[in-house]
């Protein structure tokens, strides 16, 4: 299981990098853009994030995940207005839950937790984050993909890329990796 913790960690770090990456190669102006008003913009998703990450991760192991002071309504108001506030929030989520996660132990991975009183083992509760976290990131590199009209920088193997990438990867003799482990050392795909 202490495997787990390091693979998983791994993966959300990845994620992180994805979202940075992304802020990184659009205007400022875009990173507050609505499609229409039912939609999010990036803002709104990274203030989610960062209510849904404090929410959960303070006092993981020992309060409702789903904290009293949490105004989950109010993380959809797209009221964020500098590129500044918008990463002091990425990194402050970000921050308290990986804090968090880098402290448990394979043995908290079978405890109880709750999330707005329904009951989650610590491997439940992070699974269930796996979920929600790269399913964000997916819109937020999704909507910089539309706000970079011509010249966005593929944050994985770019169109007509496979073939190579492929005849890189086969060349090199087989070896074990987490699959996160070029990118997150080296800022490659």
């Known amino acids: 299981m202490e495997g787990y913790l390091e693979s998983v960690i791994k993966q959300f770090e990845y994620y992180r990098m994805l979202g940075e990456k992304t802020f990184g190669q659009i205007p400022e102006e875009e990173l507050f853009w609505q499609y229409n008003e039912d939609s999010n913009s990036i803002a709104t998703i990274v203030k989610h994030l960062w209510g849904n990450m404090l929410s959960r991760w303070t006092d993981f192991l020992t309060t409702d995940g789903e904290k009293e002071w949490r105004d989950r309504e109010s993380e959809f108001d797209n009221d964020l207005t500098?590129?500044?506030?918008?990463?002091?929030?990425?990194?402050?989520?970000?921050?308290?839950?990986?804090?968090?996660?880098?402290?448990?132990?394979?043995?908290?991975?079978?405890?109880?937790?709750?999330?707005?009183?329904?009951?989650?083992?610590?491997?439940?509760?992070?699974?269930?984050?796996?979920?929600?976290?790269?399913?964000?990131?997916?819109?937020?590199?999704?909507?910089?993909?539309?706000?970079?009209?011509?010249?966005?920088?593929?944050?994985?193997?770019?169109?007509?890329?496979?073939?190579?990438?492929?005849?890189?990867?086969?060349?090199?003799?087989?070896?074990?990796?987490?699959?996160?482990?070029?990118?997150?050392?080296?800022?490659?795909?």
């Open 82 to 189: 500098s590129k500044e506030e918008l990463l002091t929030k990425w990194n402050e989520g970000w921050d308290c839950f990986l804090t968090t996660l880098k402290s448990l132990t394979a043995e908290d991975l079978s405890k109880i937790i709750y999330i707005r009183n329904q009951g989650h083992t610590v491997l439940e509760a992070i699974n269930r984050q796996l979920a929600h976290y790269p399913y964000h990131v997916g819109q937020i590199v999704y909507i910089g993909k539309m706000a970079t009209e011509t010249g966005w920088t593929s944050l994985s193997i770019p169109r007509g890329g496979s073939q190579a990438f492929n005849q890189d990867k086969f060349a090199q003799p087989k070896h074990r990796e987490h699959f996160t482990d070029e990118s997150l050392n080296q800022g490659n795909k």
